[in-house]
């Protein structure tokens, strides 16, 4: 969507405006631009006051003096309360991301009482857990997940992801860890059917919340088998996957993450390409890449369009322990960086299942921290 351009008296050049996709639920983001070439950048804030929209203040990555400046706020205004539903028609793809928060911290509240929560915080999208309590498949009924879409729709928040990564569930038992087993090349023709089957639900569960993402892991090496066996297995597995996807129409994204067979960001590039599907890419975990030492801006340069969503929380000392945004020694501006370089606009999930006690508290202070790097526009 494009508004109409209108002079100023002031002789200011008109600027065109392209909204973009709301970064979460009190920022979103849009770009001007003039017809000599020059681009601008900003974020507005705003409220809901009965359904509608209330804007606040319109920042401005560089700074325009007079008629320009309320011009932006004038069109930001007129633009976000008419169309604010459908930031996604706009004239411009535009590398604004979106907030999310994922329920896997929240394993001592009901998906709907999560979710419910989720959305008040600010953000604008929620990652489901595809495993108990949550949504584990093999349980979860159909009405249990009608009433989940409802509640989505219900308080405006939009699936981001659909977290098929772990598999507590098939043990029926509670673990200290996540367990990844049967993992899709796990050595046992029947267990990785049953992971196969298991994720090919997950996609159904995410068609039904019209979710784009389906998250999975290539699970641990095991004993016995050697790598290249492993991965042989895993794309086998992948491409039965993958294709059932595509039909729903809905990608599947690997997790890589130290320890596991796929554990590097070359190990998953080279999978993406082999696998060769438009709908297998990148759920990229940047606490995962930063104990691996990786550079964020190389990572996002691996990887490229085939980073389907991403997940972030922070690392101390590089031990994989997932903290609260704020609390180690990840610069989330360079991520925020390398995503923006890259021209990524899709969901970034935060992901604190190591916060069970106070998931209320650490969604909050996760979401603070990071609409601010936003807000303030230091995302360049």
């Known amino acids: 969507m494009l508004v109409t351009q209108r002079k100023e008296k002031s002789g200011q ?40 929209p209330k804007v606040h203040e319109v920042l401005l990555r560089k700074d325009l003096a007079g008629a320009a400046r309320r011009l932006a706020h004038l069109r930001v205004f007129s633009w976000f309360r ?73 308080n405006r928040i939009r699936a981001a992801n659909i977290n098929a990564n772990t598999a507590l569930g098939y043990y029926g038992a509670k673990f200290w860890e996540p367990l990844f087993e049967p993992s899709l090349a796990n050595p046992e023709a029947d267990a990785r059917k049953w992971r196969v089957e298991y994720t090919k639900k997950c996609i159904d569960m995410a068609r039904l919340f019209s979710c784009r993402n389906v998250s999975v892991t290539s699970g ?12 042989a297995l895993l794309k086998e597995s992948l491409l039965d996957v993958v294709e059932y996807a595509a039909a729903k129409n809905v990608r599947v994204g690997m997790e890589y993450e130290p320890g596991l067979l796929v554990e590097r960001v070359e190990e998953l590039a080279s999978l993406i390409r082999e696998i060769g599907a438009d709908n297998f890419g990148a ?19 691996m990887l490229g369009s085939g980073i389907f969503h991403v997940h972030v929380e922070d690392i ?27 021209g990524y606009d899709e969901f970034v999930t935060v992901e604190l299942y190591t916060f069970p006690e106070i998931p209320r508290e650490a969604a909050e202070e996760a979401f603070n921290y990071l609409e601010n790097i936003f807000s303030n526009g230091t995302v360049k």
């Open 82 to 154: 008419v169309s604010h539903r459908g930031m996604r028609d706009c004239g411009e793809r535009i590398s604004i991301m979106k907030l999310s928060f994922s329920t896997n911290a929240f394993v001592r509240f009901s998906v709907p009482e999560a979710v419910e929560i989720i959305a008040k915080t600010g953000y604008a999208g929620v990652e489901i857990l595809a495993d108990v309590p949550h949504l584990y498949p093999f349980s979860t009924t159909g009405q249990g997940l009608a009433e989940i879409a409802s509640c989505l729709e219900k």
């Open 220 to 231: 641990r090496m095991v004993p016995g088998t050697r790598p290249e066996r492993s991965l």
């Open 283 to 301: 759920n990229l975990d940047f606490g995962h890449s930063h104990v691996a030492g990786e550079d964020p801006h190389y990572v996002a340069r």
């Open 13 to 52: 050049m008109p600027w065109e405006f392209f909204p973009s996709v709301p970064l979460s639920r009190k920022v979103a983001g849009f770009r001007f631009k003039n017809p000599a070439g020059m681009t601008n950048r900003g974020f507005l804030t705003f409220s809901w006051l009965q359904g509608v």
């Open 316 to 342: 101390c000392k590089r031990k994989h322990y997932h903290l609260i945004p704020g609390q180690g020694e990840i610069d989330f501006t360079e991520i925020f960086r390398a995503l923006d370089g890259i």
